[in-house]
């Protein structure tokens, strides 16, 4: 079993940064590919980055792509997400996600294809 917890939510303002973490523990050789998820109130899951094993391979959601980095570091089994230049339209609950086997492209946006879900963490954007 896999447990993913998220951290480095938070309030902050228009313009500014964040650095999302996720952290794995447990069977962590099992994960390949994570990825971002968020949710704003009263909207559905909406996808925002993925990253393959190897940290090779990324994939975002045309409304972060060029603001948003993510990237993974397999030796502290953390996956993190660089957030800049950040609007008030990026304010939900993040969410990681990761997977028992390797998928790409636009499958990497699909929710089920993920086993393992961290708690969330609160990212809030004030105009």
């Known amino acids: 079993q896999v447990q993913l917890v998220e951290s480095g939510g938070g309030l902050v303002q228009a313009g500014d940064s964040l650095r999302l973490s996720c952290a794995a523990y447990?069977?962590?050789?099992?994960?390949?590919?994570v990825a971002w998820f968020r949710q704003a109130p009263g909207k559905e899951h909406e996808f925002v980055a993925a990253?393959?094993?190897?940290?090779?391979?990324?994939y975002y959601a045309d409304s972060v792509k060029g603001r948003f980095t993510i990237s993974r570091d397999n030796a502290k089994n953390t996956v993190y997400l660089q957030m800049n230049s950040l609007k008030p339209e990026d304010t939900a609950v993040y969410y990681c996600a990761a997977d028992r086997s390797p998928n790409t492209g636009v499958r990497l946006t699909l929710r089920g294809i993920y086993d393992y879900w961290g708690q969330g963490t609160q990212v809030t954007v004030s105009s």
């Open positions: 990253i393959s094993r190897s940290g090779s391979s990324t």
């Open positions: 447990g069977r962590t050789s099992s994960i390949y590919d």
